[in-house]
């Protein structure tokens, strides 16, 4: 009788273990499909259940009810609930020291997730220390998957968002390398470096190579719509670089898509998201020279970061620096110099004053003094710029170098003559060695005319025609492009 009732205890016992397994399962399973489809409430509500599963069946000292608050951290870091998202992974990543699971793939994840919420919220450094930690233990601890590219890629997005360019585009050339070794034809992957790569090119203004990555980037996720987040996110970047080629047919293409998904998701709306969409739309707007349309735009953008408190956001920086622009392009200097400061002042606080999104509000302030006749003081702001950018992408970049021929100009209306001749012949040197015709022939244009003040009109003279016979030579009969030289 009495291993009777042993055998059935036993039983009933295994039995309720199999209905809790089934259920969990049932959980997990039911979490990965809403965070898949981006219904990111009702995830939060399941990632709440395996959460109390895991404390009724397993305790809190379990691995799983660990990961159930990472899973709790990220759905409410998709929500923008951040220092709830904060909360659930600083508790994790304590519970899985506690635990002694301080070299496991979960609690380098749960690294990793912390570095992107601490970048989101502009806490570089702190987010720069997990995301070296994930990838040290990964490097001690190697697993056969792709959790330390990842890291990688994090991190080089990481220092894009610092300003750190070269090393943000080495970072994630050793991401994209190893994934490609891990997966060569499972673009899924690593599609994220792709995009992550682009925009480090897009950065360094090196347009025509963020092009070819986005492009490959855009044809698998045009393809597979994986997330209609990452989606939208990635082709606002595909409209501004196209706008930045000229490729305006693209890009209206490409803005449809986006206006497509939105108004079928207007949950959407109310995300951060939107501001990608209403800033997109008023570049586009500024390419059509639309000027009252892309104004109402950026407000719309402007005031959407500042009603849902996405005041740290690149957007929100980016549409004051466009309003700038704008206004410049109006000639409303007034307005300009109103959006100038604001640029100034939301650069100072997000970056700091070495990062070069400060550096170009700087460069947008001295444009502006320039239009006020203000040369000494535009001259003081285009060298403070100079230095960052120089120091961030070396001399050799584009950037510095458009900051090289803003110096020339700047010296040559102040009379200082031998400067202006110094930072014109670096302009030259550059656009000649770089096999690049047009930039050649402006730069000659621009030092016949230093030379022009300077009383040089012969070598004047000579510098004029030969940017011109360049420009006739590669442009024949449209004389549209060498109007200015003539």
């Keep these: 009788m009495g291993k009777n009732l042993l055998l059935l205890i036993t039983l009933i016992s295994f039995n309720i273990l199999l209905n809790a397994q089934g259920l969990f399962d049932k959980y997990k399973i039911d979490f990965d499909r809403l965070r898949q489809q ?3 409430d009702s995830a939060l509500f399941v990632a709440k259940q395996i959460n109390a599963w895991a404390l ?3 305790s809190d000292t379990s691995l799983r009810y660990a990961v159930s608050l990472i899973s709790i951290g990220r759905t409410f870091s998709a929500l923008q609930l951040l220092d709830s998202s904060k909360y659930y992974f600083d508790n994790a990543i304590a519970l899985l020291e506690k635990q002694s699971r301080s070299t496991s793939i979960e609690y380098t994840d749960c690294l990793s997730s912390l570095g992107i919420l601490l970048g989101n919220i502009g806490d570089f ?3 720069e220390q997990k995301y070296l930690l994930a990838i040290d233990i ?3 601890f190697p697993t056969k998957k792709g959790h330390k590219p990842k890291y990688q890629n994090n991190l080089g997005y990481l220092y894009l968002k610092m300003g750190m360019y070269d090393e943000a585009e080495a970072m994630i050339q050793a991401s994209l390398k190893r994934f490609v070794e891990l997966y060569p034809s499972d673009t899924a992957k690593f599609a994220s470096v792709l995009h992550s790569l682009a925009m480090v090119y897009h950065k360094k203004e090196d347009y025509k190579k963020a092009d070819d990555w986005l492009l490959k980037w855009f044809s698998y996720m045009d393809r597979t719509m994986v997330s209609k987040v990452t989606y939208i996110e990635g082709a606002k970047d595909l409209v501004v670089n196209d706008l930045m080629l000229g490729k305006i047919k693209h890009a209206e293409q490409v803005l449809s898509k986006i206006d497509s998904l939105i108004s079928k998701n207007t949950e959407l709306k109310k995300t951060l998201l939107y501001e990608d969409v209403l800033f997109a739309h008023g570049k586009f707007e500024m390419a059509q020279k639309k000027w009252d349309n892309a104004e109402r735009l950026f407000n719309a953008c402007i005031q959407f970061c500042e009603q849902n408190n996405f005041t740290t956001s690149q957007e929100y920086l980016e549409a004051h620096i466009e309003m700038v622009s704008l206004f410049l392009k109006e000639e409303n200097v007034g307005k300009a110099k109103s959006f100038s400061q604001k640029a100034l002042s939301i650069a100072k606080r997000i970056y700091g ?3 070069p999104s400060y550096a170009s509000c700087l460069r947008q302030e ?7 006749g203000l040369y000494q003081d535009a001259l003081e702001l285009y060298l403070l710029a100079h230095e960052i950018m120089e120091e961030v992408l070396g001399e050799n970049s584009n950037i510095v170098i458009g900051l090289c021929r803003s110096l020339g100009v700047t010296y040559r209306k102040l009379g200082l003559y031998k400067s202006s001749e110094y930072y014109a012949r670096k302009v030259l040197d550059y656009y000649t060695n770089n096999e690049d015709k047009d930039g050649e022939s402006s730069a000659l244009n621009n030092l016949g005319y230093l030379y022009i003040d300077y ?7 000579e510098l004029i025609k030969k940017a011109l016979l360049i420009r006739v030579e590669k442009y024949q009969t449209d004389t549209s492009k060498y109007l200015n030289i003539i």
């Design 366 to 372: 001295a444009n502006l003094l320039n239009v006020y």
């Design 455 to 461: 009383d040089k009109l012969e070598l004047a003279k």
């Design 38 to 40: 981006e219904k990111h």
């Design 138 to 140: 990964r490097n001690k």
């Design 353 to 355: 004053i070495h990062h």
């Design 56 to 58: 009724q069946n397993e």
């Design 125 to 127: 450094k702190h987010a």
